[in-house]
T-cell receptor, first 116, second 108 residues
Framework: NAGVMQNPRHLVRRRGQEARLRCSPM?????VYWYRQLPEEGLKFMVY????????ESGMPKERFSAEFPKEGPSILRIQQVVRGDSAAYFC??????????????FGSGTQLSVL | GQSLEQPSEVTAVEGAIVQINCTYQ??????LSWYQQHDGGAPTFLSY????GLEETGRFSSFLSRSDSYGYLLLQELQMKDSASYFC?????????FGKGTRLHILP
């Protein structure tokens, strides 16, 4: 039973390009969370999605960032016109249930985004 | 708003016991969980407390007091491999929020 799969593991972009990060949740999980982590810092909540729905995107910048979790296929976190400050590790986590009934998150290995 | 407070660093000796505290302020609280993250790795789940009291899983235990908005993670018989960052996280009705993490240093 495969775990949460994130790709790519490392992504290098130049300023102004687009970054597209993918996350395939564990089998049977319909809830996906995206977090951002800077070195020596905690996990900053970005967005919580269920299949075809954004439940909470309060942690995501209003501009340049978007996320989706389609009925078929992986969840995508898209960053348009990247800037150096977007450089960070982006972690995806999935769970079989969400919100109040969610006790445990399963994390992917993360995507390290480097903006040149 | 919401906030979680935990010490930034803790140092302990191999074989000893260490406690990492976490205090929180949030609305819609359902439970407190703990995650471990080694350098360069992904966070991994350690424990969850939905009710007051102590939960024990091997060498690790976690405690919650909802009335005090306080919890802790207790690590016993410390091993060098326990050197990592430990995060407390609150489960709300809409999302899961993490603290900034406690870096645990273990001395031989």
């Amino acid at each position: 039973n495969a775990g949460v799969m994130q790709n790519p593991r490392h992504l290098v972009r130049r300023r102004g390009q687009e970054a597209r990060l993918r996350c395939s949740p564990m089998k049977g999980h319909s809830h996906v969370y995206w977090y951002r982590q800077l070195p020596e810092e905690g996990l900053k909540f970005m967005v919580y999605l269920q299949k075809e729905n954004i439940i909470d995107e309060s942690g995501m910048p209003k501009e340049r960032f978007s996320a989706e979790f389609p009925k078929e296929g992986p969840s995508i976190l898209r960053i348009q016109q990247v800037v150096r400050g977007d450089s960070a590790a982006y972690f995806c986590a999935s769970s079989p249930s969400g919100g109040a009934t969610n006790e445990k998150l399963f994390f992917g290995s993360g995507t390290q985004l480097s903006v040149l | 708003g919401q906030s979680l407070e935990q010490p930034s660093e803790v140092t302990a000796v191999e074989g000893a016991i260490v406690q990492i505290n976490c205090t929180y302020q949030t609305s819609g609280f359902y439970g407190l969980s703990w995650y471990q993250q080694h350098d360069g790795g992904a966070p991994t789940f350690l424990s969850y407390n939905g009710l007051d009291g102590l939960e024990e899983t091997g060498r690790f235990s976690s405690f919650l007091s909802r009335s005090d908005s306080y919890g802790y993670l207790l690590l016993q018989e410390l091993q060098m491999k326990d050197s990592a960052s430990y995060f407390c996280a609150v489960s709300r009705d809409d999302k899961i929020i993490f603290g900034k993490g406690t870096r645990l240093h273990i001395l031989p």
